[in-house]
């Protein structure tokens, strides 16, 4: 494998000729998504002159050949609306570069605009959200140090965003559980779109989310307008990205975490108006142990993942487009293989766990006239995982089944809404989503349970056992209006009714933005949100004195956030941001116990499984509130910069009333990243790229152990009445990463090679404190210590 990895990074450097390769794209208008026909697109040179043009055709689509490789800049002009320049378009030789890009129409009509406008790389795709929202690309997840190659992974590095849990991939967006977090995908709702996942979480310890196949797309963090629902924390929007329409294209990667992967895409007929990518995905350790390689460790993680995006084109009836991302995990944790320093795994017994999801969607554009269209999707999906389990030391005979669990999630729905752009003032959006959620689940365990046949063994007890289906509805308007060429408003309305419970909800939602001079904004926001209760907790069935169990939490009803923000935005020169941003989040109707006591369910959803608690109650409240600072110099003139600063207090009562920290209350979060990009000799086509990058965040708080309790018991038992008083230890690490980039200069292929060196100090962070039932004692759980991972790929 190393032979092999040499010979392809150095099997093109005795080219010297220089190398071109086309920048195809797309111009629309931004409200109103038709194309822009005869809008002038210019190839700049570093001193601003016109090295080439091209003029868009009747589909609003422009080619520029014969462009150097290397970073490029596009200014687009056309007339009645604002100019767009386009900087840092990198070009390599292997592929052909393709731009989606939206203009603004002037608020001013007469005549050509004159204001020199930039592609905001902050600015969401969105339009319609104007507070705590920014936008991500595939470069940036490839570029950051330890991203290992997970969209997740890249946006904790931004402001209000705390991930500082090196085996998972958990999201906690300002001090709110992981739970409340929702993954969209094409425009509608997907599931928990991670590997070794579980029913109710939205995270795992590896991503199937492949960054080469995501375009450019969204993360919200707060007060979201009213096309996103049934959230309480944040949301990431993922947008596909399509296919090279004129020129079929291959990738080839190589990662130790992310795996190994192929890609194709190309036209879908002659006439170039459809295209298709395609991706797959496997488990690099789980290849390298089936070809007999010692990959350091006895549980092997097996993984793989699919993802396609086939778009139609243009037809007589609209734009169709076919879309799906589907995964499979497993990993079996046995005793006598377990590593002592495994996260997970259990010494004293064998664990078997799977994981399966999948998305199929089919998506429908259709434009009305010059002003309106209607988008609509359909889509269909299944999420799954099992969990059982032996005790190895309870009976002589043999293993002892202790656990099993079966997941199996079939969802429909369907999304559809309607645009108009009124006038160059006035944009208005409104659509209806439709999910029927077939589920059958079940949860049987025997884990220390009672024996009530009296044969000297835990009886089993089944915490959930559900099989039907159930509707959640959802509608909303929005509008946006700008007053003056300066200040916008945004309002909009939601409902969120759920069929198990009967519950309706309403959400109002509005933003104000105002540009007081030209290098400055000033934002408020409010967003009242709702959502349903994590399906484990809604299902679980309490056991009664006899043995038997019923359903004791399916007439929980929403849990409801209402968020709060501030935001300031000023732009000092180009390519570089300073924003600020205070919040304050409300939290009520949060499930706690029916008895006092410290339990909430804003506490949950960072790892695989949820707490045992039955007849539930929807009379808790939090809080959630603090300030944000980002500091951005966006990548120009071969670097970039980004700092951020979150400063925050997340507090909760139960039903004992008493105000604590919530799980997730780090109190502050601070990422500071730098990246320098060095050309090698005069040709243009070798460069090498240095990154690093800083993270420091607060411990979480943590219940301490009974230690007395727990050895009484035989299991951990915690200070309920101490919950969340003690602090893990600090959290620091950090990541350096190598990087080299090629270019062919005779043919088109180019080659990226890094080296990502996370944890470079191997700081012992902290994991959990627990109790330990083999040596009947509390200890210390470190996480991953210094991790190399290394990345080839190659483009052709």
Sequence with gaps: MKANLSFLLFLFPFFLSAQTQTIRGALRDQQAETPLIGATVQLLSAGGETLQGAMSNADGQFTLQNVPVGRQVLRVTYLGYEPLTVPNILVTAGKEVLLDLKLQESFSTLG????NGNADKDRPVNDLATVSARQFDTEQVLRYSGGRNDVAKLVANFAGVAANNDAR?????????PTGVLWRLEGIPMPNPNHFSTLGTTGGPVSALNPNMIGTSDFLTGAFPAEYGNALAGVFDINL???????????GQIGAFSGMEALAEGPLNRKGNGSFAVAYRQSFVEIASAAGLNVGTAATPKYKDLTFNADFGNTKLGRFSLFGIGG?????????????????????????????????????????????YIRTVASVSYSGNTYESDDLLLDDAGPFRTNEVADDQVTYRLSSYFNTKVNNRLTLRTGVLAQIFALDSRADTRDRTPDFDGDGKPDWWTQRDYDGAFTQLEAYGQAQYRLTENLTLNGGLRSLYFEQTDDLALEPRAAINWQPAAKSTISLGYGMHHQTQPLPVFLFRSQLPDGSTVPTNDNLGFTRNQHLVLGYDFKPAPNWRLKAEAYYQWLSQVPVDAYPSSFSILNTGADFIFPERGALVNNGTGTNAGVELTVEKFFSRGWYGLFTLSLFDSKYKGADGVERSTAFNGQYVVNALAGREFPLGSSGRRFLTLDTKLTAAGGRPYTPVNLEASRAAGKEVLYEDQAFSQRLDNYFRWDVKIGFRLNSAKRKLSQTFFL?????TNNKNIFAMRYNTVRQEIGRVDQIGFFPDILYRIEF
Excluded: H, M, W
């Design 112 to 115: 050509e605009v004159v204001i």
């Design 169 to 177: 991939n958990d999201i906690i967006i300002r001090g709110n559980s």
């Design 241 to 251: 990205r399509t296919g090279n329409r004129d020129r079929y294209e291959f990738t």
């Design 328 to 372: 499979q995990s497993s990993i079996n944790f046995l005793a006598a293989e377990i590593d002592t320093t495994d996260l997970f795994a259990n010494p004293d017994e064998n664990a078997y766990v799977t994981s399966r999801f999948g998305v199929l969607g089919l998506k429908y554009s259709l434009l009305l006239n010059d002003r309106s």
């Design 756 to 760: 990502d060196f996370q944890n470079v």
